[in-house]
């Protein structure tokens, strides 16, 4: 049915998304209704690369339960005529503070990946940010967005290379860089293991090809993996940060940060905005939840750059406390994906719709007209 749906709805929903939308079954009535569409229509391993986490997935569940854990105070009677979700970041203006989060690979969940979901953003109006390892090149997808674009970037060890894709996606009209700091090393991925997971074929890093590949690097039987090894010696450091400041002509927000110390520095080094970060509970496991970590990031930033969060939206309402506790706006990573897995660009703009909606609902049932008038007082 999903199936269907994507085919003739792809079409209908550059010119209008709601169409599209309409064509929705109504058993998908939540963010988390499209997980179990998604994992039908994927390989075992490819489920295991994009659902999984690392090691235990404990920092993974608790993205999600922490939010859960939170209660809303409710208030009425307030006057809400002219509310509105409305923001602006690094210039542009936003309807509402919901991105798709930085997700590698995306022709995993889907043949058109991230043309698909540029697509299904675009229509609903909202931003994306674009992997550095996106299976579709930086420029194609620019072509294809209306909304604003952000690039995420991993630094290469070739830093001539990593100069190279900065000045790309500066020419494809990209509005912002977004630096990836908490993943110099992949975490222990277990789950993604267990499965045998490797790219298949037709599915690559397209942006990175022609690079400089590391130095072949086997540790000898009794020496570590990793220490010592290449992967180390190229990883990025502060100064690196202070580097591409200096070099980018875009704002460059720094997405990872999960403590008031590095919060403080990358204000310091002149970062434009903070994401707080675990990579979805992909790198670091037993790493705090996000919403957790946040009020700190937000307190030592003080205002002076806008935090964003990520890991483990699944509600509007999740949106509404992450803002309540001090994030400017938020992303989302696999809900969305599991969209595009299960109907294309239709699907991934239905996911942004949901959460809008649920959000406007929590907004209106706490009293909040905008945005600024969400804070702590919303929550018990
Ligand atoms: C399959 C997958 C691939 C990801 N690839 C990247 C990436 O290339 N760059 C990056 O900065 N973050 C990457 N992330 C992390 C997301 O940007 C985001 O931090 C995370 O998914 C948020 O958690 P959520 O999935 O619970 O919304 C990836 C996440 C997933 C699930
Ligand atoms: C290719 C990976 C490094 C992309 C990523 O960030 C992830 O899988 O979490």
Redesign the pocket.
Known sequence: MVQHLKRSATTAMSSHPLPALAQIPPQIAAVADYEAFARERMSAAAWA?ISGAAADELTLAENSAAFRRLRLRQRVLADLDGANTRLELFGDAFEYPIFLAPV??QKLAHPEGELAAALGASAMRAGMVV?T?ASVALEDIAAMASAPLWFQL?LQPDRGFTQELVNRAESAGYRALVL?VD?PV?GVRNREQRAGFVLPAGVD?VNLRGMRPLPAYTAQAGASALFGGPLLAGAPTWADVRWLIQLARLPVLLKGITTAEDAQRAVDCGAAGIIVSN??G?TLDTVPATIEALPAVAQAVDGRVPVLLDGGIRRGTDIFKALALGAAATLVGRPYVYGLAAAGAPGVAHVLHMLRTELEVAMALTGRRTLKDIDASAIC
């Open positions: 690369y590698a690979y992997s390892q991993y990836t993943a992949n890093a990579h979805g992909r």
